[in-house]
Every structure is written in structure tokens, then in C-alpha cells.
């Protein structure tokens, strides 16, 4: 099962990408763009993509191991989506999937599934080793940009040059930096650190048009020492998914599991 769970992380990482979408790139940073100008670009990224359905290997490195899978993504909205996990010759390993006011997986391995709430960090409860955060990331994704009271109350900074910009925001200890590209301000990274610490970034590169927006066909996200890799070859952004896109039946003969913390069948 800790091979299978791994890949959890990949679901958030694709919500990344859906925010990092923009207009067509050229070169170059306008010399009077502002911090100002910026911090409205990243506010408002997400307004373009009503759907998304896509298609992306995962690869996953902690150390020297390495895991792979093929991910299926069918989006909507923050709290509607279902995502197919499959690993060698296309055997279903997983499907994820949002279901009123909670996340359900079901694993075929194992003829079952789980159940928990959206509030709860479900890699916290399978995966303690791994860290990834669902909660933090999930705020992002569902509003990639920080809320006005934060920035109302953070320190900004602004450096810039011919090719990006970057913009820093500082509260407290924790800094957010987000580094833009081209004259539409595309999204090529951000981080968040604390202290001297960098907790995690996210890189995002080969933007490519679909359907009058542009999207990240490589994604990283970095998180201490492990290292999600998402590669979409297949992806289609406001294609007017329906809800049957979104919908999974679990088998009737599936098996709820109850989840312990630091356990799991």
C-alpha cells in the first residue's frame, strides 16, 4: 500500500497547474510592470479554466527510490473531481474522487475503500513519512494567491529583470515568493520558506495552448526531500465535462476501511 499512496500527492499538484494557466507567452518583462500589477495576475489565474480533463505520467523521488504511475484527471471545481491512478499495463491502482463533503478512495488491490473528510490531511493518516500537507496545498489551489488580510499585514518586495519578476511576501518568519515570466506574467515558480528553511516550491514549464488558454505541461513540486514530477502528454481545458465525468461507483462488495492514524490495511 505505501507504494499505491505515494501518488496522493500528484491529484494536488495538477490543481497547481489548472491555477499557473495564462494568455500566449513572449519574451521579456515590461519595464513598468508592479508589484501591484503582479500580485492581480496571480489573484485571478483561475478565472479562465472552468474544466479540465487530462492525462500525466507521475514520477515520485524520495532519496534514491523511485515510483511511477499514469494519472487520469477529470476537474471542475476545488471539491468536484476524480482522478484514475494506474500502474504497469494499465491496472487501476486507485480512483480518488470528492463526494459531498468527503474524499474517498478506492483501492481494487485490496477490494475496499476509505473515507475521510475534507478537512483532514490523508496522507497525515496513511503516509506520515511523506509530509505532503493536503490542507496547505489545497488552499492553494483553490485560491493559488494569499488572501488581502495577509497581504494587508506582510512586508512586499518587488525585484525584476528583462527576462522575470519576482515577488516576495513576508509575514513573520514565513515568506512567499512567486517568480513570473514574459510580458502575460506567467507563473514559472513559487515557494513558500520559513525561517531559513525552504518548506516547499513548485516549478512550471512547456506552457502550450488549449482551447485560448495556456497550460504547464511539467509540473514539480519539491517538498523537502522528495520530488513529484507531473507530465501531462494529453490534456483538454473547458471541454464542458459533465457530471458523470466526475461520478465513481464503488463496487457493492467493496469493504469500508477505518483508517488509524500511521495505519492502514
Given at each position: 500500500m505505501n507504494k499505491l499512496l505515494w501518488i496522493l500527492p500528484v491529484v494536488v499538484v495538477f490543481f497547481l497547474?489548472?491555477?499557473s494557466c495564462g494568455m500566449k507567452?513572449?519574451?521579456g518583462i515590461p519595464d513598468t510592470i508592479t508589484a501591484e500589477q503582479v500580485m492581480t495576475v496571480l489573484d485571478k489565474r483561475m478565472a479562465q479554466v472552468s474544466d479540465f480533463s487530462g492525462r500525466?505520467?507521475?514520477?515520485m523521488s524520495v532519496g534514491g527510490d523511485t515510483e511511477s504511475a499514469?494519472?487520469?484527471?477529470?476537474y471542475k471545481e476545488p471539491d468536484r473531481f476524480r482522478v484514475n491512478i494506474r500502474g504497469a499495463f494499465g491496472v487501476v491502482l486507485a480512483v480518488l474522487f470528492t463526494e459531498q463533503d468527503s474524499f474517498k478512495v478506492y483501492v481494487p488491490s485490496i477490494k475496499g475503500y476509505f473515507v475521510l473528510g475534507r478537512d483532514e490531511n490523508v496522507l497525515d493518516h496513511i503516509l506520515p513519512d511523506v509530509r505532503f500537507d493536503i490542507k496547505r496545498i489545497t488552499s492553494i489551489f483553490s485560491n493559488s494567491f494569499l488572501p488581502a488580510d495577509v497581504i494587508s499585514q506582510s512586508v512586499i518586495s518587488f525585484d525584476k529583470?528583462?527576462?522575470q519578476a519576482v515577488l516576495t511576501v513576508i509575514n513573520g518568519d514565513s515568506a512567499y515568493r512567486y517568480t513570473v515570466h514574459g510580458p502575460d506574467l506567467l507563473l514559472a515558480e513559487e515557494e513558500f520558506s520559513q525561517g531559513d528553511e525552504v518548506s516547499w516550491r513548485i516549478q512550471y514549464s512547456d506552457y502550450t495552448p488549449s482551447n485560448g488558454t495556456l497550460f504547464p505541461r511539467n509540473i514539480?513540486?519539491?517538498?523537502?526531500?522528495?520530488?513529484?514530477?507531473?507530465?501531462f502528454s494529453k490534456y483538454d481545458i473547458n471541454s464542458g465535462l459533465s457530471d458523470s465525468d466526475l461520478i465513481f461507483e464503488i463496487p457493492s462488495n467493496a469493504e469500508r476501511y477505518v483508517i488509524e492514524k500511521n495505519r492502514f490495511p
Open positions: 497547474g489548472i491555477n507567452p513572449s519574451h500525466a505520467k507521475a514520477k499514469i494519472v487520469y484527471i477529470n529583470t528583462k527576462e514539480i513540486l519539491s517538498e523537502r526531500d522528495k520530488v513529484v514530477n507531473l507530465v
